[in-house]
């Protein structure tokens, strides 16, 4: 099983990027078959149906859709805007499914997302789930969203500094592989 991580914020210094890599190295580390990617690399114009029709599907938007054909399953990390999901993402979702045999069907996806809210920005993975579910992608019950993000990173952001936190993302990493594994 191919497994990419994907980070949807294109920020600098962002905290969703910082715990997309904890989860692309806590992967790895299980010697699973794993690589990273981030949205800043699929930036794509607003999906205009004028466009689509007489240019097809932009190239970052195809780029999008080969990366997804490359993999069986997908860990989304993505921030909250205004309760829903990025605006950038839906859009990249948007213009995927707008290919030849659109990318999300029968995908095992797991969904996390960092913010320095309380709620660690969950609304917007679950308004991220309704896209992804209408097309056909199998999206993990269980969530990981890590609230009051800005406090919860060691001083490199290579770890989380709540070592019962840590071991709840590994066991949560875990029971998502092992199903997503065996429902190939
Ligand atoms: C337009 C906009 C809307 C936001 N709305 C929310 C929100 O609804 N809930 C939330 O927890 N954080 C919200 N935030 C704050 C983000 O969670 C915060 O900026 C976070 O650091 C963004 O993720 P990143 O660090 O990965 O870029 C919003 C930020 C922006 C720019």
Do not use: C
């Not at 999906?47 to 989304?76: C, M, R, T, W």
């Not at 045999?101 to 609304?123: C, E, T, W």
Request: net charge positive.
């Amino acid at each position: 099983m191919k497994i990419l991580v994907f980070s949807a914020s294109s920020r600098n210094g962002s905290l969703n990027k910082a715990l997309s890599n904890i989860i692309y190295e806590k992967i790895k580390k299980l010697g699973l078959d794993v690589s990273f990617s981030e949205i800043k690399d699929y930036e794509t114009a607003l999906y205009d149906g004028d466009v689509e029709a007489s240019q097809g599907v932009p190239l970052n938007a195809q780029n999008f859709k080969a990366l997804l054909d490359e993999h069986e399953a997908f860990i989304i990390v993505s921030p909250e805007y205004n309760f829903s999901a990025p605006g950038n993402l839906k859009n990249l979702i948007d213009w995927a499914s707008r290919t030849k045999q659109q990318p999300f069907r029968n995908k095992q996806i797991f969904l996390a997302s960092a913010s320095p809210s309380l709620v660690g920005g969950n609304r917007g993975l679950w308004s991220l789930r309704i896209p992804l579910s209408a097309l056909g992608a199998h999206v993990y019950p269980d969530m990981f969203s890590l609230s009051l993000a800005h406090e919860a990173f060691t001083g490199d952001f290579k770890a989380l500094k709540d070592e019962k936190l840590n071991n709840g993302l590994e066991k949560l990493l875990n029971s998502f592989l092992k199903y997503a594994n065996k429902s190939l």
